[in-house]
């Protein structure tokens, strides 16, 4: 028994090492590791995080002649919310975790599937989902045929360099527009 | 106290204040929205192929809240048996991994290194108390806890090192600029002398490396180990938020402490192995 509780300890610790220099070698590992057994000890490295997210959106309104006419870009959310407490006890480090996670998901998948393939991707839907609440969006009423007409939606995540020093915004990502059907 | 009580309550402490953030989480996050399970699981290889009201209730608010309650509360009382030396401390420790994996299953985003350190110290202390009469498991549990502490260290400061943003001091200067993590005034003097900058970004490289050989060392170097480690995690908490760091990585110091005499201890585990 201690034999295989050993073995058991030794056979993590040794893929835990591997994981961390040579991962490459454990993608196979990765696809049923569902449990965070394989543990990532490289925190903000080799890249630190330089930036934060902001969550932008905007609908569209019927402009006649079948064109959509978008209002300007609205702030649904931020990914910086801070607290005084937070050293001790941190609301928001899920949310912002979870906004963070999904962006890298996104511009990877970017690298490789065209636009419409990544907006039809989980990520994008959970932060639209997001947008869509957070900005308090009511579904358009107007569906003909299973299809919403009238208004469209679109969202953006938007990477600000220097929140504390000269701020510089760049679009990251920007979706297709989206009927806002119920 | 022994080392496994110790671990246990740091543990514990860690544990609940992380449940606590996640009950606190607003319920509509799990609804259409972010945290849905829909979304979650769709990061998973095995998961629910279609909607049902069954799921609907495991992966639901309530029941992610539930789990999140029974996590803290099963690690309270994995204290109070660990404390009473009673032999079967480690069931309780056992129903807390078990949900701190049902969250990271159900969550698949939004986990940090401080939850994946946590997975080692609970793993760790199960073992400590499988049997604490002979003191073989103890040190086994406590070995796996010190050396992924020592992994984690030495990962985190070689992967610096090697990066050139880090070298440069821009990599802390970049950090200390985001409104998530950084600080203005800190920002103020890494601008105002680039000497600062540099000096602080490889310093956390070169000490987190240290930090990792030195509680390999044993001995006295790794209560030296550990004191630093401590500070660090204190001022990443009180600077960049990383508020659960201090409790995930401070739940491996008693072990890194009973640890210290790696040569007695591996002597000790080779003992068992071969009985």
């Known amino acids: 028994m201690f034999l295989m509780v050993a073995a058991f300890f030794a056979g993590w610790l040794v893929l835990s090492a591997i994981n961390q220099f040579k991962a490459d070698a454990l993608i196979w590992l990765h696809r049923y590791d569902s449990l965070g057994l394989l543990p990532n000890w490289k925190f903000f490295a080799p890249s630190p995080l330089k930036f934060d997210l902001v969550l932008l959106y905007h609908t569209s309104q019927d402009g006649g002649n079948g064109e959509s006419i978008y209002g300007d870009w609205a702030v649904a959310a931020v990914a910086y919310d801070r607290n005084v407490y937070d050293f001790f006890f941190n609301t928001s480090r899920r949310l912002n975790k979870a906004i963070t996670d999904l962006y890298s998901f996104i511009i990877d998948l970017s690298r490789t599937f065209p636009i419409e393939s990544v907006c039809r991707s989980a990520p994008v839907k959970a932060l639209s989902a997001l947008v869509v609440q957070r900005a308090g969006i009511v579904p358009d009423p107007v569906v003909v045929s299973g299809i919403a007409v009238g208004r469209s939606f679109q969202f953006a995540i938007v990477r600000v360099e220097g929140v504390r020093a000269s701020t510089t915004a760049v679009f990251a990502f920007v979706s297709e527009p989206a009927p806002l059907g119920k | ?275």
């Not at chain 2, 009580?5 to 799990?30: H, K």
């Not at chain 2, 997975?119 to 796996?144: E, K, N, P």
């Not at chain 2, 000490?207 to 509680?215: A, V, Y």
Request: hydrophobic fraction near 50%; glycine fraction near 8%; proline fraction near 3%.
């Open chain 2, 1 to 275: 106290v022994d080392v496994f009580t110790l671990t246990c309550l740091v543990a514990s402490i860690g544990i609940t204040i992380s449940a606590a953030e996640d009950v606190s989480l607003p319920r509509e996050l799990f609804r259409n929205s972010i945290f849905d399970w829909r979304y979650c699981l769709a990061f998973q290889r095995a998961r629910p192929e279609r909607s049902t009201p069954f799921y609907d209730v495991i992966f639901g608010v309530d029941a992610f809240r539930a789990v999140a309650v029974l996590k803290a509360v099963s690690s309270l009382v994995g204290v109070v048996l660990a404390w009473n030396g009673h032999p079967l401390a480690y069931l309780p420790l056992l129903v807390s991994l078990a949900c701190h994996l049902f969250m990271f299953y159900r969550l698949s985003y939004s986990v940090d290194g401080a939850d994946q350190m946590m997975i080692m110290v609970l793993c760790g202390s199960i073992a400590m108390g499988l049997d604490r009469g002979t003191g073989c498991y103890r040190d086994l549990g406590a070995s796996f806890i010190s050396l992924q502490a020592a992994l984690a260290y030495i990962t985190s400061g070689a992967t610096k090192a090697f990066s050139s943003p880090w070298r440069s001091g821009d990599g802390f200067r970049g950090v200390m600029s985001t409104g998530t993590f950084g600080n203005a005034g800190i920002l103020k003097v890494l601008d105002r002398h680039k000497y600062i900058q540099i000096a602080v970004s490889r310093g956390i490289f070169f000490s987190q490396i240290l930090i990792g050989f030195l509680i390999l060392g044993g001995s006295y170097a790794s209560i030296v180990a550990i004191g630093f480690a401590l500070l660090f995690h204190v001022i990443v908490a009180y600077l960049m938020r990383l508020n659960l760091f201090v409790w995930g990585f401070g739940a491996t110091y008693p072990s890194i402490i009973l640890m210290s005499d790696w040569h007695e201890r591996t002597r000790f585990v080779t003992q068992c192995l071969l009985q």
